[in-house]
Structures are given as structure tokens and as C-alpha cells.
């Protein structure tokens, strides 16, 4: 059965399951934002993963990524191949939520309620222009801590000690995933979310597709016309479509 339902005391949601991954349907962003962010201002405690074809794919060829996966509270569309999967399945509008956007509109929600957020991941300077970035937006940033920390430890006190309850880390899958499953063991009254590469978007170091490009779902032709060594990620899209086609997705 492809469909389900995701249930606990803070969430209903329908998903739809793509190879073996249950995927979450938010009608939009601002359906996702209040429910990580309620208008009480209490946060959804738990962990969220963006999902795209790419990783579907690793899904099924790699178990441990699989779990990995799996173990998220929230799955969510971030590929436009995942979301025109779940609308066929679902017979309904499905809307794509791109991870970087999301985290954004996050923030900016955060400073609106005041929610204390803390920031790891990225390189030192990138992570440092984060920091201030996000202080010049009003966000209530009580941490912020490069990639490149030694003592994981440490690093897990600082979070608790913070009062945090938003944490977003920016090391690369399933690096970061793996890193936020200890992390909210230690401290699990707190939302996670692996956020990639968006801090050096989100500081202007890497620049993103045009808008056009963006509205069309062409991020990843811009993406690939930028760095043409992408071309091997990019032909596994082929191959998910053809799953999908013979019913193995």
C-alpha cells in the first residue's frame, strides 16, 4: 500500500511511500512552518529530512541509509521527481518544499515567536556570517558551532545548555543525519534539520538558481550547467524514472 498516515500527538499527516520511503504531503510551506513552529510558539520536537529522488534511490540501494532515513519524524518533498510521484498517487495537489527556502522562512519564523535557535555546520567563516546574518534578522541565536568541532561532546553540552529548540546542521548527508540522531538522543525536546549547503546560499558564498529557474523545478539543469561534473548524479534521475515506470518506486 503506497499510503499512510504519520501520527503523533503533534501531527496528522498523509504520505505516500516511494521505494522505501514514507514521504510526508504538506499542502505548502506555511503548513510545514506551523507545524514546526505552532502559533503558541511551542516547536514540534523531533527531526525533519529532505527528500528528492537522489536520495529515494540511496535509499533502496543502501540499508543503513535507509534507516537512517527512516528514523526522521518528518519526510518531506524537497525534489520536484518525489512530488509528482505523491500528487499521481495521492490524486491531489502536493506542494514541493525546498530545503533551503524552508529553513529561511524558519528563521524568520523563529525571530517572529522568539524561539532560540542553534546553528552547526559549514566552514568557520561561512558559519560565523550565518551567525551574524541571522542576528541582523532578529533571531534569537543562543549557538553557533562550525563543522569542524572536535569534541562532539562538547558540542552536545553547548546545545543543552543553550536552551535551544531549533537546531540545524549543515555537514552533507547522511553526515548531518547521523549527527542529529545523537544530538536528540542527548537533548530531544528540540526540532532538528539537516540543512546542507544552505548556509553558504543563505551568506551569498554560493550563488543559487534564478527565480525562473526555480519556479520552473530547473534547479538542477543550473545546477549541472554550473558544475558539469554533476552529470553522473544527474543521469540517476533517469533511473528513477524508469523504476517508477516499471512499478519498483
Same mark, same amino acid.
Given at each position: 500500500?503506497s499510503?499512510?498516515?504519520?501520527?503523533?500527538?503533534?501531527?496528522?499527516?498523509?504520505?505516500?511511500?516511494?521505494?522505501?520511503v514514507?514521504?510526508a504531503?504538506?499542502?505548502?510551506?506555511?503548513?510545514?512552518?506551523e507545524?514546526?513552529?505552532?502559533?503558541d510558539?511551542?516547536?514540534?520536537?523531533?527531526?525533519?529530512?529532505?527528500? #528528492?529522488?537522489?536520495?529515494?534511490?540511496?535509499?533502496m540501494? #543502501?540499508?543503513e541509509?535507509?534507516?537512517?532515513?527512516?528514523?526522521?519524524?518528518?519526510?518531506?518533498?524537497?525534489?520536484?521527481?518525489?512530488?509528482?510521484v505523491?500528487?499521481k498517487?495521492?490524486?491531489?495537489?502536493?506542494?514541493?518544499?525546498p530545503?533551503?527556502?524552508?529553513?529561511?522562512?524558519?528563521?524568520?519564523?523563529a525571530?517572529q515567536?522568539q524561539?532560540?535557535?542553534?546553528?552547526?555546520g559549514?566552514?568557520?567563516?561561512?558559519?560565523q556570517q550565518?551567525?551574524?546574518?541571522?542576528?541582523?534578522?532578529?533571531?534569537?541565536?543562543?549557538?553557533?558551532?562550525d563543522?569542524?568541532?572536535?569534541?562532539?561532546?562538547?558540542?552536545?553540552?553547548?546545545i543543552?545548555?543553550s536552551?535551544?529548540?531549533?537546531?540545524?546542521?549543515?555537514?552533507?548527508?547522511?553526515k548531518?543525519?547521523?549527527?542529529?540522531?545523537?544530538?536528540?538522543?542527548?537533548h530531544?525536546?528540540?526540532?532538528?534539520?539537516g540543512?546542507?549547503?544552505?548556509y553558504?546560499?543563505?551568506?551569498?558564498?554560493?550563488? !543559487?538558481?534564478?527565480?525562473?529557474?526555480?519556479k520552473?523545478?530547473?534547479?538542477?539543469?543550473? !545546477?549541472?550547467?554550473?558544475?558539469?561534473? !554533476?552529470?553522473?548524479?544527474?543521469?540517476?534521475?533517469?533511473?528513477?524514472?524508469?523504476?517508477?515506470? !516499471?512499478?519498483?518506486?
Amino acid at each position: 500500500m503506497s499510503e499512510s498516515v504519520i501520527n503523533n500527538e503533534a501531527i496528522n499527516l498523509e504520505t505516500v511511500k516511494i521505494g522505501p520511503v514514507q514521504v510526508a504531503a504538506f499542502n505548502d510551506m506555511q503548513h510545514m512552518l506551523e507545524l514546526v513552529i505552532k502559533p503558541d510558539a511551542t516547536v514540534f520536537a523531533g527531526s525533519a529530512i529532505a527528500i #528528492n529522488p537522489e536520495k529515494i534511490l540511496t535509499a533502496m540501494q #543502501n540499508p543503513e541509509i535507509e534507516a537512517v532515513i527512516n528514523q526522521a519524524d518528518l519526510r518531506y518533498a524537497d525534489g520536484i521527481g518525489v512530488v509528482k510521484v505523491m500528487r499521481k498517487r495521492l490524486g491531489k495537489q502536493v506542494q514541493r518544499i525546498p530545503g533551503c527556502e524552508f529553513w529561511q522562512q524558519l528563521m524568520l519564523r523563529a525571530a517572529q515567536y522568539q524561539v532560540p535557535v542553534f546553528i552547526v555546520g559549514a566552514k568557520p567563516e561561512v558559519n560565523q556570517q550565518t551567525a551574524t546574518k541571522l542576528k541582523q534578522q532578529q533571531v534569537n541565536l543562543v549557538g553557533a558551532v562550525d563543522g569542524y568541532f572536535k569534541d562532539e561532546a562538547a558540542l552536545t553540552a553547548s546545545i543543552k545548555q543553550s536552551g535551544a529548540k531549533i537546531v540545524s546542521v549543515a555537514m552533507g548527508s547522511p553526515k548531518q543525519e547521523l549527527l542529529i540522531q545523537r544530538l536528540a538522543k542527548a537533548h530531544p525536546d528540540c526540532f532538528y534539520m539537516g540543512v546542507g549547503g544552505t548556509y553558504d546560499v543563505f551568506t551569498g558564498n554560493v550563488k !543559487r538558481a534564478p527565480a525562473l529557474w526555480c519556479k520552473l523545478n530547473l534547479e538542477w539543469a543550473y !545546477r549541472l550547467l554550473l558544475q558539469p561534473s !554533476r552529470i553522473g548524479r544527474q543521469l540517476g534521475l533517469l533511473r528513477y524514472i524508469w523504476w517508477y515506470w !516499471r512499478g519498483k518506486i
